[in-house]
Structure formats: C-alpha cells, structure tokens
C-alpha cells in the first residue's frame, strides 16, 4: 500500500514539473480501489494547499460532508473549493459551497452546474477535478457516458483549466479509458498499468 | 383581412415550430431543474400557440365564437394562461439561479486567495528581516 502511494507521489511530481509552466491540462488518474481516497487527496493537497489555486470537485462517491471532513483533516482549505455533490440523494439545493445535484443521472444538470461554477472563479489559475467517472456508468447508458466524457473534455479545453478525472481502472470499460486517455495530457496509473 | 390572416399564419408557423424545436431540446436533456424550466416554458408557448391558432382560424373563415360568461373572445383565456405560466417559469428560473449561481462563491474566493497571499507576503518578509538580523548579530 505504502508502495503504491509512494508510486503515485513519485509519478504526480513527475508529471507536476512536466507541466508546471502549463496553466491547462488534462489528466487522467486510474486507480485501484484500494489507492484511490489516496490519490485524490493528494491531487487536492497539491493544487489548493501548495499552490493555492481554487476549483471545483465533482463527487460521485462521498457525500460533501464525508469529503470536507476528510479534506479538513488533511489540513486542506475547503473554502477554496467549490463542491458538487452527485451522490446524495437529495433533492437540489445549494448549502454552504456545496450544490447537491440530487443523482447522478442529471447529467444535464451535471454539466450546468459544472460550467457556472468554474466559470463564476475568478482567477486564471483554476481546477476541476472529477471523482469518479466509473460511477457514472454504474448510472448511465454506456453511450451517454462516451457523450459525456467527450463533452467533459471539450469543455475542459474551452475553460483553460487543469482538469483531473479520476476512474477506477477495473471498473471501467477499456473502450471508454482508451478515449479518454486519447483525450487527456497524461496518464498516472496506480496499482498496475503503463504511464500514457 | 388577407394581410390579418398571413400574418396570423406566420404566427401560427412560428410557434408550432418553436415548440416543436422545444420537444427536441428536451428529449436530449436528463431529468433535473434544467429540464423542468424547459417544461414550464413549453406550456407558457403552447398557451400562446393555441391563443394564436384559434384566432388565426376565426378571422380566416369569419366565425365568431361566444362562450357565456366570457365575452366576445374567450381566446383571450390563453393568453391569461400563458401569463400565468410565465410568472411560474420565471419563479422556476429564480429556482435555478439560486441553485446554480456560483457568483458569490467566486467573489469570496477571490477575496480569500487574496487574503492569503497578502498573508503570505507579510509572512515572508517578517522571515526575511528574522534572518537578516540573526545575520547581523552572527557577524
């Protein structure tokens, strides 16, 4: 496990010095289960506590409750982050920085709340990162999650920021990650597989 | 009375095709806000499609239809309607905005990553002149 972190940080900073002069990027994360609460708090570490660059975080796993507790104690700034919440099942609504989405296939809702947020931060300087795309097929149609990877990454582009989607690499179709890979910057595997 | 009734056409025309523009947009969309909106706007357009298709039927072959207790053009109850639906929709659209507004968020983020970094300055040249002195004192 250790191993495997160390694996991550190693090939995160590698990437990170690849791609400091860059302002916009994307990168793909494929983890295994067991690293992937890791990955993405390092990821989040890096972009808010160390650089100071505000975003916005996709959850479709935690709720935002579960995801600022963790975030707090690993000493990160969530008032810097603007949270959407996919996963609780609730009906939507806005509390604190967070908007609650109510299921994760309102994609359509997805997408808007998405571009209004990331267009309302203020800086250059910005992130999004998208935890996990192997939910939303869990939810959705395997073609509509092949038109929304394909929307993600065009408006990524459009928004000139440094996008993160992070996906569990066995419970994602291989079709699927290739596009995506085809799509991103780069590629960080963790827990097997080849850097991209 | 032929230039009323082209003009009552095109209208017609144009709604029909606005509407039928509005079914194609919303079966692209999932269910949420965005497509409930879309929803509230289509009745607010059908209220006033009907409104127009009725009146454009009346003057084109002169009929004139009376409905007790409602005056000489009941048509006109679509055109209520459709303003009834419209304030529904606009609420719907203060819905939305509340829910999908991020402006104030950004305005607050900026102020803080402001903050911060005049925190940091201070921070740093505080640690500067700390060195400086300690430098002074080891000379």
Known sequence: MLEVQETFKKEFETFKKEFKSLNDYILLITVDAKSYQKAAIDVVMSLVSEQNIPGVYVSLNKPYEIIQRLFASNNIDTRLIIFIDVCSRTETKKVENCLYIGSPEKLSDMSVAMDQAVRALPRENKFLIFDSLNTLSIFNKPGTVARFIHFLTTKMREWKIKGVIITLEKETEPALLDELTQFSDSRIDIGGGSNG | ?139
């Open chain 2, 1 to 139: 009375m032929v230039n009323l009734g082209i003009v009552g056409v095109t209208t017609v025309i144009f709604g029909i095709t606005s509407l039928l523009l509005i079914s194609r947009a919303r079966s692209r969309l999932s269910e949420g806000s965005i497509r409930r909106y879309m929803d509230n706007f289509a009745i607010c357009l059908a209220f006033i499609v009907i409104f127009s298709i009725w009146q454009t039927t009346r003057s084109l072959l002169g009929i004139d239809i009376t409905l007790e207790g409602l005056g000489n053009y009941p048509e006109y109850i679509f055109i209520i309607f459709a303003y009834v639906a419209f304030v529904v929709a606009s609420f719907k659209v203060l819905k939305v905005s509340e829910e999908f507004g991020f402006k104030e968020d950004g305005k607050r983020i900026d102020k803080l990553i402001t903050e911060i970094s005049i925190n940091s300055q201070t921070k740093n040249q505080h640690l500067a002149k700390k060195s400086m002195k300690l430098n002074k004192i080891r000379k």
